[in-house]
T-cell receptor, first 110, second 117 residues
Framework: QKEVEQNSGPLSVPEGAIASLNCTYSDRGSQSFFWYRQYSGKSPELIMSIYSNGDKEDGRFTAQLNKASQYVSLLIRDSQPSDSATYLCAVPWGAGKSTFGDGTTLTVKP | NAGVTQTPKFQVLKTGQSMTLQCAQDMNHNSMYWYRQDPGMGLRLIYYSASEGTTDKGEVPNGYNVSRLNKREFSLRLESAAPSQTSVYFC????????????????FGQGTRLTVV
């Protein structure tokens, strides 16, 4: 069983600010990393995937991966109230199985 | 294109009762998964099926059984429900990438909220 740890939160930021979510993982062999967003009472949906060291940007979202330090982060720029959700970090391993962190709940205040 | 469909959406069971959660996907994915999510926690893998005809235990398989009926359908059975099995259950599917290929996105059903009293 691989371990995935996320900053516990909850995290509250004002509208327009940058929200920073962090995730560390135990398996140095991990190659793929995913961030899912889960609105209250809904199912998780993928927002970002990253496979290589460095930054990957998609609109207001940036994923950062540092394999040497075994962490992956998600930055949300110009945070909006609609970004209020729980963000789950997922690290796949073996036969497509994934270990999920416990999630960080983000609240963006207008 | 419905994606991943779970039934039922809500269920209340009495301790000791049995039930089967149904899951079907129409994306031609080879792998399917059952997770449970307890309040304030991430998803924990119960069982998975890497391909049609195979099933394997995940992190928390005790008290559950599964059947991969065909490529589309993967069911989860609780033989004798216990209050500890009160949770939200998610079915997911994905394309299982081959060795050396990047892993792929998982698509989730809408969840089944199960309460065992």
């Amino acid at each position: 069983q691989k371990e995935v740890e996320q900053n516990s939160g909850p995290l509250s930021v004002p509208e327009g600010a940058i929200a920073s979510l962090n995730c560390t993982y135990s398996d140095r062999g991990s190659q793929s990393f995913f961030w899912y967003r889960q609105y209250s009472g809904k199912s998780p949906e993928l927002i970002m995937s990253i496979y290589s060291n460095g930054d990957k940007e998609d609109g207001r979202f940036t994923a950062q991966l540092n394999k040497a330090s075994q962490y992956v982060s998600l930055l949300i720029r110009d945070s909006q109230p609609s970004d209020s959700a729980t963000y789950l970090c997922a690290v796949p391993w073996g036969a497509g199985k994934s270990t999920f962190g416990d999630g960080t709940t983000l609240t963006v205040k207008p | 294109n419905a994606g991943v469909t779970q039934t039922p959406k809500f269920q209340v069971l009495k301790t000791g009762q049995s039930m089967t959660l149904q899951c079907a996907q129409d994306m031609n994915h080879n792998s399917m998964y059952w997770y449970r999510q307890d309040p304030g926690m991430g998803l924990r893998l119960i069982y998975y099926s890497a391909s049609e005809g195979t099933t394997d235990k995940g992190e928390v398989p005790n008290g559950y059984n599964v059947s991969r009926l065909n490529k589309r359908e993967f069911s989860l059975r609780l033989e004798s429900a216990a209050p500890s099995q009160t949770s939200v259950y998610f079915c997911a599917s994905k394309i299982l990438a081959g060795t050396g290929f990047e892993d792929t996105e998982a698509f989730f059903g809408q969840g089944t909220r199960l309460t065992v009293v």
